[in-house]
């Protein structure tokens, strides 16, 4: 069992920038892919960045806006969001995966972002 707990979300002006965490516990050695998604209301939950050994993953509305990095000392995976616009409102989840015969997600509980002048 994976267990995610994200934080660093809350509300920013547009332009503005927010980091997000996301600390990893339980079975972390199993884990093959660490990421974050959101779900904005009315919409589905959609990938945002991925991070798997050295390579990194963007969906292309954050690249060069967004930056996923992970810090193996502490489990902690981050997304630093800068540039902030109205549309990356969300709830934004972190992400694990852990291969086997079956791939198995982990998610955490969600953090709200909300980028409003």
């Known amino acids: 069992q994976v267990q995610l707990v994200e934080s660093g979300g809350g509300l920013v002006q547009p332009g503005g920038s927010l980091r997000l965490s996301c600390v990893a516990s339980?079975?972390?050695?199993?884990?093959?892919?660490m990421g974050w998604y959101r779900q904005a209301p009315g919409k589905q939950r959609e990938v945002v960045a991925t991070?798997?050994?050295?390579?990194?993953n963007y969906a292309d509305p954050v690249k060069g806006r967004f930056t996923i990095s992970r810090d193996n000392a502490k489990n902690t995976v981050y997304l630093q969001m800068d540039s902030l616009e109205p549309e990356d409102t969300a709830v934004y989840y972190c992400?694990?995966?852990?291969?086997?015969?079956?791939?198995?997600?982990?998610w955490g509980q969600g953090t709200q972002v909300t980028v409003s002048s």
């Open positions: 339980g079975s972390i050695f199993n884990i093959n892919v």
């Open positions: 991070i798997s050994g050295g390579r990194t």
């Open positions: 992400n694990a995966k852990v291969p086997g015969l079956k791939w198995k997600d982990y």
